[in-house]
T-cell receptor, first 114, second 113 residues
Framework: AQKITQTQPGMFVQEKEAVTLDCTYD???????LFWYKQPSSGEMIFLIY??????QNATEGRYSLNFQKARKSANLVISASQLGDSAMYFC???????????FGQGTTLQVKP | NAGVTQTPKFQVLKTGQSMTLQCAQD?????MSWYRQDPGMGLRLIHY???????DQGEVPNGYNVSRSTTEDFPLRLLSAAPSQTSVYFC????????????FGQGTRLTVV
């Protein structure tokens, strides 16, 4: 069965420091995608970063990078130089080959302290 | 540049009432899906569609119906609302290929009393 696990319900980070949000996944498919979404208190889902299962290099998007370790089935999100506006819920998700279906983890609430 | 539009944004229903949550996308995406988000949980897939006329069940389909008569629209019907269906509902669309980013609507907050 496909599953996403986020083991950190809540995290604190000091402004301007880096933070890593953990995500592990389970699937028997060879082709899949891994995503991170940000959900601020306003409720919308904001796409942050994507990693394909065949991508050899870790994905980066500005201050966001995805630390993809395929053998360990982990896809951790690294946010560098945290900002107050980064305070939000973060979801790791996995897409399977067909259908655009996403499987989500339970989320990690990140609070950035000034 | 509307993207994915969900209506209504908020709704209160009485137990046993029926209603339809609307979802429309203007990106000509093949894939559309509905999720629900309960407090402290991630989004869970209710139903999805890979194209007009084709739908299938997700993880939590009971109590919901969908149809996809056009590429643009993917309504979600609650047949007989129950308090357990109190949740925030998200519609998403995406296109086959890489990267498979899903575009989400703003969500519908539904309360069943």
């Amino acid at each position: 069965a496909q599953k996403i696990t986020q083991t950190q319900p809540g995290m604190f980070v000091q402004e301007k420091e880096a933070v890593t949000l953990d995500c592990t996944y389970d699937t028997s498919d060879q082709s899949y995608g891994l995503f991170w979404y940000k959900q601020p208190s306003s409720g919308e889902m904001i796409f942050l970063i994507y990693q394909g299962s065949y991508d050899e290099q870790n994905a980066t998007e500005g201050r966001y990078s995805l630390n993809f370790q395929k053998a360990r089935k982990s896809a951790n999100l690294v946010i560098s130089a945290s900002q107050l506006g980064d305070s939000a819920m973060y979801f790791c998700a996995m897409s399977l080959r067909r259908g655009g279906k996403l499987i989500f983890g339970q989320g990690t609430t990140l609070q950035v302290k000034p | 540049n509307a993207g994915v539009t969900q209506t209504p944004k908020f709704q209160v229903l009485k137990t046993g009432q029926s209603m339809t949550l609307q979802c429309a996308q203007d990106m000509n995406h093949e894939y559309m899906s509905w999720y629900r988000q309960d407090p402290g949980m991630g989004l869970r897939l209710i139903h999805y569609s890979v194209g007009a006329g084709i739908t299938d069940q997700g993880e939590v389909p009971n109590g919901y119906n969908v149809s996809r008569s056009t590429t643009e629209d993917f309504p979600l019907r609650l047949l007989s609302a129950a308090p357990s269906q109190t949740s925030v509902y998200f519609c998403a669309s995406s296109e086959p290929g890489q990267p498979m980013e899903a575009f989400f609507g703003q969500g519908t907050r539904l309360t069943v009393v």
